[in-house]
């Protein structure tokens, strides 16, 4: 395999998890009517950065360690906590993928996020890199000891199939703007390879890959569907969408390219990487899109390369 097409478990898991999985939950708030005193020892007690300000239950505002600082530098002894706070608030939403507040930290290069519930607009949690990172070290635990339990599946399963040729096939219906449901698609296709025994070396890749097509599907289009055809010694994933086309597919494919609107650049999606993305998880990649009518993204992964001797990289599909 290219020395390029490496992926690691940590890359993988932060595809697969959700920010709810690593978030803390049991968070302390601020109410817009909190004295300064009450503030300082909540900041100096729990030993934290940042406090997000609720009023009525929902989230008005973040007040920081910094704020609070420049507040009592300012020479105003009666600063409120609406006058010092931040009012213009990055959050990341608890059902996301955690791929997804990475994103936003690069992006902002803040140290926490307020976690907010998609539907009722709430705070549930915050997030910081070592919340991650705990996260992160978590799942490899778990999935360590799962991979314990399984060394009995010592060989791809299709290495016991008898018949010359076969096909398994998977089809998955994807509905644009369903940001609630993000990479289920994806996490689904990555559960049924590591049943069939799959290299996670593919594994991983493919469940990048997918992730991306979905994404794409979501952000830009009303519907799609990904078909996802197994045979003995390749798979191709097939991610077919009703939206608007791509005018320029190799301007598309430079990666940070991205015609995402402005709300969904907000929920931290659109950045450009999708296709890019795609293309180097993948052993093959084909873009057919007609502008109006919608997009086609085929891409394969090789199982063995001997079955398929005499094909270069762009051949397999």
């Known amino acids: 395999m290219e020395k390029d097409k490496k992926v690691t478990k940590i890359q993988e898991f932060i595809y697969e998890l959700k920010v709810n999985q690593v978030m ?56 409120t906590v609406p006058e010092m706070m931040t009012k213009k608030v990055v959050t990341v939403f608890s059902d996301s993928p955690l791929v997804e507040a990475l994103k936003k930290f ?11 519930n ?70 689904d296709i990555k559960k049924t390879l590591k049943r069939l025994g799959v290299q996670p070396q593919i594994v991983r890749r493919v469940a990048i890959a997918t992730y991306e097509a979905e994404m794409n599907i979501i952000i830009y289009a009303d519907k799609g569907e990904i078909i996802a ?49 795609i293309k180097n998880c993948s052993d093959g990649m084909n873009v057919k899109s007609v502008v109006g009518e919608g997009t086609v993204v085929e891409f394969c992964f090789k199982f063995n390369s001997k079955h398929i001797e005499g094909k270069d990289k762009d051949e397999c599909i």
Request: glycine share 10%; with cysteine; proline share 3%.
């Open 24 to 79: 803390a939950k049991n968070i302390v708030v601020v109410d817009k009517d909190m004295s300064l005193k009450d503030i300082r020892t909540l900041l100096r007690d729990q030993r934290i950065s940042g406090l997000p300000v609720i009023d009525d239950g929902k989230l008005i505002g973040l007040v920081s360690l910094e704020d609070f600082i420049q507040c009592l530098a300012s020479g105003k002894k009666n600063c």
């Open 106 to 116: 690069d992006r902002f290069g803040y140290g926490r996020f307020p976690v907010i």
């Open 118 to 187: 998609r539907e009722t607009n709430e705070v549930v949690g915050m997030i910081t890199k070592g919340d991650i990172v705990r996260g992160l070290l978590k799942k490899l635990e778990i999935d360590y000891l799962e991979e314990e339990i399984h060394t009995y599946r010592a060989s791809h399963i299709f290495e016991d199939m008898t018949a010359q040729d076969f096909m398994l096939r998977f089809h998955y219906s994807i509905k644009g703007k369903d940001f609630k449901h993000a990479g289920e698609c994806a996490s």
């Open 229 to 277: 055809e197994v045979e003995r010694d390749r798979l191709i994933i097939t991610a077919k969408d009703e939206g608007p086309g791509i005018e320029d597919i190799e301007k598309a494919m430079q990666p940070g390219f991205s015609t995402a609107s402005h709300w969904v650049r907000e929920f931290g999606f659109g950045a450009g990487m999708g296709l890019p993305n």
